[in-house]
């Protein structure tokens, strides 16, 4: 008698949930240095830069690219630069995605403030199950912005939805305030001693020329705000 026939099933997994965790902050470090349109963002990443990012040395920036590169998520020509590949670009986004979802849970769920939500969510997003975390985004309502302002992408999503600085307003926009985790933790102090927080309304009274202040209106009051700072700020438009 023959022995039963074996049927070969073949697992296609996410390639963000099989990258290690320098892995993956390392693909969200070169996405936001070359697809992003942030004010840091270029055509290419470079090894120093994204060692200073990480923390790490280059060398160990190095062999981590490698690896991405073996595994078609980056682009990498030998001291020229590195690109994502669509699949790169897939995984960061997705890793981004994570990031800011385990951030909302840190904030919503456990009481944690906005501005330690991103140092925290590193510790453990890298071990999440992909199972968990589709749970923690439902259990949150299906959350549209993290702690900080903002979006979560779609779990598709090709791209992430870039925020214009605060400057770039013109007098009588109104739109809700985003301020990155990595801020200056003086620069979120003075922040909200003007009432600026992730997710405050604000409108634009006034902009001086030739780099001038800003006037907004925030909580009911007229403040006054640098240019400097302004820039460090993000914002999601809206109407009055």
Same mark, same amino acid.
């Given at each position: 008698m023959l022995p039963? &026939? &074996? =049927?070969?099933?073949? !697992?296609t997994v996410n390639s963000v949930l099989t990258v290690t965790k320098s892995e993956r902050e390392t693909l969200k470090a070169i996405y936001r240095? =070359?697809?992003? +349109? /942030?004010?840091?963002?270029?055509?290419?990443?470079? @090894? /120093?830069?994204?060692?200073?990012?990480? $923390?790490?040395?280059? $060398? +160990?920036v190095t062999a981590t690219i490698k690896r991405l590169a073996d595994r078609g998520l980056v682009d990498h020509k030998p001291y020229k630069g590195v690109v994502l590949t669509d699949a790169g670009r897939a995984a960061a986004i997705a890793a981004i995605r994570?990031? %800011? !979802?385990?951030?909302?849970? *840190?904030s919503d769920m456990l009481g944690y403030p906005w501005n330690e939500a991103d140092r925290l969510a590193g510790?453990?997003?890298?071990? *999440?199950?992909?199972?968990?975390?589709?749970? *923690?985004?439902?259990?949150?309502? %299906?959350?549209? =912005?993290?702690?900080?302002?903002f979006p979560i992408p779609a779990s598709e999503a090709g791209e992430l939805t870039e925020l214009p600085q605060l400057y770039a307003l013109e007098p009588g926009d109104v739109a809700e305030v985003a301020v990155p985790g990595s801020t200056d933790p003086a620069v979120v102090a003075f922040l909200d001693t003007l009432g600026l927080r992730? /997710?405050? &309304?604000?409108?634009?009274?006034e902009k001086h020329p030739f780099d001038g202040p800003l006037v907004l209106h925030? $909580? /009911?009051?007229? &403040? @006054? *705000?640098?240019? @400097?700072?302004?820039r460090q700020v993000f914002v999601r438009r809206g109407s009055a």
């Open positions: 039963p &026939r &074996r =049927t070969a099933v073949v !697992i240095q =070359t697809v992003s +349109t /942030g004010p840091n963002a270029s055509g290419e990443a470079h @090894t /120093g830069d994204l060692a200073d990012k990480l $923390g790490v040395s280059p $060398g +160990t994570r990031h %800011r !979802i385990v951030e909302r849970f *840190l510790s453990f997003e890298h071990e *999440l199950p992909q199972e968990v975390e589709d749970r *923690l985004y439902s259990a949150l309502d %299906r959350p549209p =912005t993290c702690p900080h302002g992730p /997710g405050v &309304r604000v409108e634009v009274r925030v $909580g /009911g009051k007229d &403040r @006054t *705000l640098g240019s @400097t700072v302004a």
